[in-house]
C-alpha cells in the first residue's frame, strides 16, 4: 500500500554532517506528519524530529540545534539534516508517516531504516 524508503546512512566521523531521505510512494492520498526515530543497541527507540504536512517541526532534547527536519510535500520526501554529529549519535534511524490513503483508511507507516555510524 504506502512504502518508505530511506537513504543517506553511512559511516561520519564525530564533528561531521550527514543527509537522510525517507521517500513515501504507495497509495498515497495525502500525507500528514512525518518523523524520523532511532534505536541504538541496547537502546529504546527515541523520537528524533517530527514535522507537520504544515512544516511545524519538533525535535528531542538531545538533537535540538544540530538537526534539521524538512520536507518536500510534492516529492513526498522528508529529510533529516545531521551535523556536529557525536558518538551517541549512532543508530538505526527510521522514517515514520501517518497517511491517509487512496483507499481511505489512516496507516501509521515506518521504514527499514539506515544506519549511522560515528566513529573516528
Known amino acids: 500500500q504506502v512504502q518508505l524508503v530511506e537513504s543517506g546512512g553511512g559511516l561520519v566521523q564525530p564533528g561531521g554532517s550527514l543527509r537522510l531521505s525517507c521517500a513515501a510512494s504507495?497509495?498515497?492520498?495525502?500525507?500528514?506528519?512525518m518523523g524520523w526515530y532511532r534505536q541504538a543497541p541496547g537502546k529504546e527507540r527515541e523520537l528524533v524530529a517530527t514535522i507537520t504536512s504544515g512544516g511545524n517541526t519538533n525535535y528531542a532534547n538531545s538533537v535540538a540545534g544540530r538537526f534539521t527536519i524538512s520536507r518536500d510535500n510534492a516529492k513526498n520526501t522528508v529529510y533529516l539534516e545531521m551535523s556536529s554529529l557525536k558518538p551517541d549519535d549512532a543508530a538505526v534511524y527510521c522514517c515514520?508517516?501517518?497517511?491517509?490513503?487512496?483507499?481511505?483508511?489512516?496507516?501509521?507507516?515506518w521504514g527499514q531504516g539506515t544506519l549511522v555510524t560515528v566513529s573516528s
Open positions: 504507495g497509495s498515497i492520498l495525502r500525507l500528514n506528519a
Open positions: 515514520n508517516a501517518l497517511v491517509f490513503t487512496t483507499g481511505l483508511q489512516y496507516l501509521e507507516v
